[in-house]
Every structure is written in C-alpha cells, then in structure tokens.
C-alpha cells in the first residue's frame, strides 16, 4: 500500500514538475525563495502594530510561535525520522526533474518546511485577528489572500524540483495544527497575564 502511494506521488510530482515555462521558471524561482518575502513580513507587523496597537505584542508572539512549532516539527522531527529523500535526490529521478533552484537542500524532504511555515502562517494570522483579540471584529476578509499565497508557495516547492506533493500536503497540515496549538497557549497566557 506505502509503496503504491508512493509510485502516485511521484507520477503526480513529475506530472506538476513536467508543466513548465521560462516565464513560471523565473516566478517560481522567487516565490520559492524565502528572502523574497521579508518586506511582506515587515508590512504585516507594522500593520498589526498600527491594528491592534499593544495587543499586536501577544499577537507577534504567536505568529512567532506558530513558525518555530511548524518548522521544528517539519524539519527537525519528521525529515530525519522519515528519511524520505527529496526528488531531486532520487537516482532514477535525475533525468526526469525539471530543476529551477540551484542545488536541491537537504537530503530529505518529508515534509515541506515551506508548506508547514506559510500555512502555518496564513491559519494564525486569520485565528489570531478573531481569537487573541477578543474585541475586535472576525478578520478583515483580505487575510484570506494569505491561503492563497501559502497554496502557492508550497507549490512553488513541487515546481522547482525538490518536494513531493505528498510533502507540500503534511507540512500544510503541520502548519495549521501548529498555528492552533500557538494560539491556544498564546490565548492562555494572555488570559493568565490578565488575571495578574
């Protein structure tokens, strides 16, 4: 059974990985990159900042929180307990992957860090707006443009050769527990904090 998922899994990623173009080699080469996004990461805490003014603290706190149980759990706990070697180190793959980025990372890639972080990401942003925060209206329907860009990011991954589908799925699933779990102890903390 785990080795007919597997044979899909990979079908399906040279399947996604084979639909290239240069104009998308070129896109996917910087939506992949995580430097690409620090000036977003910078508006969203100024924002918050300017939102929700000394709540946005807390707030921070768990976004912060959400990335470092989201990431730890991707890359620390499952890649080397998994051992599942990315594509592109895969020797009967090499001539079939379609590799955009330079090198190909770590050698195992279940699951997506990437996927695990920015869903991660997207979900504690839209729980925190309406959870930590518990005067404020439900979130601004324009957070919701944050799933569509953690969709993206995470497929940029399968696109440029070093994870399966199957690792972009896990880490999204990684990424929205973690951002439950960080807002659920952000929001007792608070909750205590404000006893005192």
Partial sequence: MLHEIQQLDTQIFLSLNGAHAPWADTLMYWVTERNTWIP????????????YKQQAAGMIGALILTIIIADQTASSLLKPWVERLRPCH???????????????GGTYGFASSHAANSFGLATALWLLCGTVVPTVKR???YLL?????????????????????????????????AAF???KIVSFLLARFAKK
């Fill in 40 to 51: 977003m990461y910078a508006l969203l805490i100024i924002w918050l900042v300017w939102q």
């Fill in 90 to 104: 895969v020797a009967y793959l090499q001539d079939k992957i379609h590799l955009v980025v330079e090198g190909c």
């Fill in 139 to 141: 979130p601004n329907k």
């Fill in 145 to 177: 443009w944050f799933f569509p860009w953690a969709a993206l990011v995470s497929y940029s991954r399968v696109y440029v050769g070093v994870h399966y589908p199957l690792d972009i799925i896990a880490g999204a699933i990684i990424g929205v527990g």
């Fill in 181 to 183: 779990a960080a807002v």
